[in-house]
Nanobody, 123 residues
Framework: QVQLIESGGGLVQAGGSLRLSCAAS????????MGWFRQAPGKDREFVAS????????SYLDSVKGRFTISRDNAKNTVYLQMNSLKPEDTAVYYC????????????????WGQGTQVTVSS
């Protein structure tokens, strides 16, 4: 059993930066693929970024490439999402997810999910 708790969300002006953290408790964190998803009001949840347990096989949503960076620290059981050059269209609730299979995670089928953290980007 893994529990995920996100933090780091908030209100920021366009062009600003935020760093989201997802702290995991329970066993097996270092063996899971981890990902970030987001859901804006009135829209479906969408994949943002993922990273394998090894720190390799990193993938991003096209619209965040070059602006967002996903990373993980297995010693701290934490995955991060550094978000730079934020845009109003990045406004959403951001969720952290974990799954033993990267392909399942990327399709939105993560076995474990956090409660989400709100990110609001003002223009």
């Amino acid at each position: 059993q893994v529990q995920l708790i996100e933090s780091g969300g908030g209100l920021v002006q366009a062009g600003g930066s935020l760093r989201l953290s997802c702290a995991a408790s329970g066993r097996g964190f270092s063996s899971y693929a981890m990902g970030w998803f987001r859901q804006a009001p009135g829209k479906d949840r969408e994949f943002v970024a993922s990273i394998m347990w090894s720190g390799l096989s990193i993938s991003y949503l096209d619209s965040v490439k070059g602006r967002f960076t996903i990373s993980r620290d297995n010693a701290k059981n934490t995955v991060y999402l550094q978000m730079n050059s934020l845009k109003p269209e990045d406004t959403a609730v951001y969720y952290c997810a974990a799954d033993g299979r990267l392909d399942v995670l990327r399709r939105g089928g993560g076995h474990y999910w956090g409660q989400g953290t709100q990110v609001t980007v003002s223009s």
